[in-house]
C-alpha cells in the first residue's frame, strides 16, 4: 500500500524527515498553492512569489530524483482551496496507508492536521520538523521550573550540545558573548557588497504573473524581484555572505543607514525558514570562516548567536507558550495600527524610511524591525494582534513560530517578562546613534518638547509614566524611573502634553 506525503510550502529541502524512506515506486508526494494559506493575512506579494517559485523549482528537483509529486497550481482548474481539500482527495484516490507529513511551523496548522487523522479515517504521521538544532522539547526540558527563560542560557546550551565555537568545555575566546564589540554605526557611507541577485526564470515570471493578478490587493512592490528560489541559489547567498560580509557583520549588526536595509546581514532568513538552507549547514560555514582565519570571534559568534540561540530560542518559546501567546497584551496596549505602517506616509522619517524598505523588499534588517517599527508600535501601545498581522504578512522571511515571539514578547512586551528583562524601548538618541535618518527628518532629535521635538523622545517619556505600575519596581528600570523624578517638571509635563497631542493625531489619522 502507498503513503501519501504532504510537503508544506517551508518545507522545501530533501533532508525534511517526511521524505526519508520514501518509496519512489508507491508513494506519492502532494504540494498544493491553495487559498487558505496564501491569504489567511495578506502576504507581501513577493513573499507569495518566493514561496510558490520555489515550491515548484522543489517539485521540479523531486521529478527528478524520481519521486512521484502530484503538484497543484494556484490557478489551476483542479486545485481545491485548502490543504485538508487536497489531502481528503489524495486519500479517495490512492487509499493510502497513512498520510505522512513534517510538524508544521504554525499552531493553528498543527491543530488543524491533529483532526485529519479522525475525519479521513486514515493514519496521520507528524515526523519532528529537523529545520531546526534542537528538538522541540529541548526549550521545553530547559524552560523546567524556570520563572525566566533568557536566550543567552538557552544559547549557551546549544554551544556545548553542539560544540560550536568551543575549545573543550570552554567557548571560543573566554567569552560566550561578544555583543558589546558589535554595535558600531557608519562614520561616512560605507561601501558594501551588494546583496546576490538572481535572474527571473520561467517559472518565477509565471509566477509573478500569477500574483499580480491574484494578489492586486495585497501589501508590496513586485518591481525588481530578485531572490533565491532554489536551494543551489540560496547556497550562493550563503557563500557570498560569508565570503564578502560576514567580516563585518558584527561590528555594524545594529547600523541602520537611509536607503539601504541590506548592509552586512546575511539575508538568509526566507531560506532558512522555507528549508532551502538548514541551519547547520550555515553554522558550520561560519565556523569554518573562524577557523581558517577569514572572520573574527565577535562577527563569527553573533552571527551564531543570531541562528543557534535567537532562532532556536524563538521555536521554542512559541511552542511552550502557545496558544497562550497569541492572545498576550500585558501592556493593554489598545491603539490601532496607523496607515502609515501601509503608506510610509509620515514625517518620521526614521519610520518611512523602514516602512519604504519593507514595502520595496518584504525585508528590513532585525534592527529596523526592533528599534525603529518595534520601539515605536511599543511607545505608541498599538494592539498587540494588529502588529503581529503586520509583521507576519509584510516580511518574506515571517512564519508565525518566529514572528509572533519577536512581535509579541521582544517587541510589545505583551507576554508580561518572559523573554525580556525590560521592554526595548527607546527615545530617538539610540535611533539617531544608530542610523543617518534624523539629519533628513521633519523633526530635531534633539529636541524634547514643542512642535518640531522628535515624537520618539516624548513618547518614551510618556511610555514610562503610563506604565508606572509594571516596570517600577523592575530593577532594569529603577535606574529610569530616579532620572525621571530628577527631571524638570514643567519640561516633563509639556513632554507628556505633547505625547498627548500626537497619540490624538494619530487616533485621528491625521499626518504626524
Ligand atoms: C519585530 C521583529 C519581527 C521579526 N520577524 C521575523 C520573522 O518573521 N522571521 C524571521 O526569520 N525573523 C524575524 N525577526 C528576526 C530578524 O529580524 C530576521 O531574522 C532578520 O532580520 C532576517 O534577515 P537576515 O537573514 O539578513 O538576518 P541576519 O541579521 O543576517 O541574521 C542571521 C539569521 O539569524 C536569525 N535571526 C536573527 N535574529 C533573529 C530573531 N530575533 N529571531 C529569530 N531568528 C533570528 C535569522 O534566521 C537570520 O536569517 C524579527 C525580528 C523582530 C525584532
Ligand atoms: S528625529 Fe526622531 S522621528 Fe525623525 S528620524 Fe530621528 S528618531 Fe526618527
Known amino acids: 500500500m502507498s503513503n501519501i506525503i504532504l510537503i508544506l510550502g517551508d518545507q522545501l529541502n530533501l533532508q525534511m524527515n517526511s521524505l526519508q524512506g520514501v518509496d519512489k515506486d508507491t508513494d506519492r508526494i502532494l504540494m498544493a498553492e491553495v487559498k487558505t494559506e496564501a491569504t489567511y493575512v495578506k502576504h507581501h506579494k513577493k513573499k507569495i512569489v518566493f514561496v510558490f517559485s520555489a515550491m515548484r523549482h522543489f517539485a521540479l528537483l523531486l521529478r527528478e530524483k524520481g519521486y512521484n509529486v502530484d503538484y497543484y497550481r494556484y490557478d489551476s482548474p483542479d486545485n481545491k482551496g485548502s490543504l485538508y481539500a487536497h489531502v481528503e482527495d489524495a486519500v479517495a484516490s490512492y487509499q493510502p496507508e497513512k498520510v505522512c507529513v513534517a510538524h508544521p511551523g504554525e499552531y493553528r496548522l498543527l491543530s488543524e492536521i491533529k483532526q485529519w487523522e479522525s475525519k479521513l479515517g486514515v493514519a496521520v504521521e507528524i515526523s519532528s520538523d529537523n529545520r531546526f538544532i534542537a528538538e522541540q522539547h529541548f526549550f521545553a526540558d530547559w524552560a523546567e521550573g524556570k520563572k525566566q527563560f533568557r536566550m543567552e542560557f538557552f544559547y549557551r546550551e546549544l554551544r556545548k550540545h553542539t560544540g560550536l565555537l568551543m575549545e573543550g568545555n570552554q567557548p571560543s575566546g573566554g567569552k560566550w558573548n561578544y555583543d558589546a564589540d558589535n554595535r558600531e554605526s557608519f562614520k561616512k557611507a560605507p561601501d558594501i557588497p551588494p546583496p546576490s541577485t538572481f535572474e527571473v526564470d520561467d517559472i518565477t515570471k509565471e509566477v509573478i504573473d500569477l500574483v499580480n493578478i491574484e494578489f492586486s490587493g495585497h501589501f508590496g512592490s513586485l518591481d525588481d524581484f ?285 499626518e504626524v
Open 226 to 510: 530578485h531572490f533565491a528560489v532554489t536551494r543551489a541559489e540560496a547556497l550562493k547567498v550563503l557563500d557570498t555572505f560569508i565570503d564578502e560580509r560576514l567580516e563585518k557583520f558584527g561590528q555594524y549588526q545594529d547600523a541602520m543607514l537611509e536607503g539601504d536595509p541590506w548592509l552586512y546581514h546575511s539575508h538568509i532568513g526566507l531560506y532558512l525558514n522555507t528549508g532551502l538552507l538548514m541551519p547547520m549547514e550555515v553554522l558550520l560555514a561560519a565556523q569554518n570562516a573562524f577557523d581558517n582565519d577569514k572572520a573574527p570571534l565577535n562577527s563569527v559568534e553573533g552571527f551564531i548567536r543570531q541562528i543557534l540561540g535567537w532562532r532556536e530560542y524563538v521555536r521554542g518559546f512559541y511552542w511552550y507558550f502557545m496558544p497562550g501567546l497569541k492572545d498576550k497584551n500585558y501592556l493593554n496596549a489598545q491603539r490601532n495600527l496607523p496607515d502609515f505602517f501601509w503608506t510610509a506616509n509620515t514625517k518620521m522619517n526614521c519610520l518611512s524610511q523602514c516602512v519604504q524598505d519593507t514595502h520595496q523588499h518584504a525585508y528590513a534588517h532585525h534592527i529596523q524591525r526592533l528599534m525603529v517599527l518595534g520601539n515605536f508600535a511599543l511607545l505608541a501601545g498599538l494592539e498587540p494582534k494588529q502588529v503581529n498581522e503586520w509583521y507576519l504578512l509584510v516580511y518574506a522571511d515571517a512564519y508565525e513560530w518566529v514572528e509572533m515571539p519577536n512581535v509579541s514578547a521582544m517587541v510589545l512586551f505583551a507576554d508580561g517578562g518572559h523573554l525580556a528583562s525590560k521592554p526595548y524601548a527607546a527615545s530617538g538618541s539610540y535611533i539617531n546613534k544608530m542610523s543617518n535618518y534624523c539629519g533628513s527628518c521633519h523633526y530635531s532629535v534633539k529636541e524634547k518638547t514643542g512642535a518640531q521635538a522628535c515624537p520618539f523622545n516624548y513618547l518614551y517619556w510618556h511610555f514610562v509614566e503610563r506604565n508606572r505600575d509594571k516596570f517600577e519596581n523592575n530593577p532594569r528600570m529603577a535606574m529610569i524611573y530616579r532620572t525621571m523624578t530628577k527631571m524638570d517638571e514643567t519640561k516633563v509635563k509639556h513632554m507628556f502634553e505633547d505625547a498627548d497631542t500626537f497619540l490624538i493625531c494619530l487616533d485621528n489619522n491625521e
